[in-house]
């Protein structure tokens, strides 16, 4: 009879560690990106003398999930990821002697269209997709992803901070924004 009583004393004890450990593991995140400023080493000499307006052109506030892991749901809005885009841009171009104004003829619209949050290991790995239209005569879709142990607003933080850095590296982008 005691061996049964050890047998279900473990048994309790088994089950109640784990439950304790795996609701600890569940529910929903939300993520916001935070974005860092772009490597200045891994984009040409920019020097701007113009003035444009730039746009977030995802009209979604949807609520969605961008990632799952051990019963963790992490969630966003595209329209979050595409103003940490805006605001990031904005900041990068005023330090190259842009000016940022919402009355300025020269529009650039930002869209970011998709984000994938993933777990590999003991690393996060998160992927954006960006639209973006500048004037009449430059589209482009871009994408970039950030492969890091870090918490999972910087991982996509840093990757919108290198969609924004291939941005900043396009030939045409950067003919539109001297025009």
Partial sequence: MGHVKNKFSYSFFVVFILSIVLSGCGGVFHISPKPQNVNSTRIGELNFTKTVNIINNQPSKDK???????????ISELNDFTKAAVELLSAELSQRGMTISKEASKEIKLAVTGVELTERGFRWNCKVYLNVIAGKNYETALNAHNLSPAHQDRVCGGAITLVITELMNDKEFLDYLNE
Avoid: L, Q, V
Wanted: positive net charge; hydrophobic residues 25%.
């Fill in 64 to 74: 969605f999930t961008i990632g799952t892991s051990i019963g963790r749901n992490y």
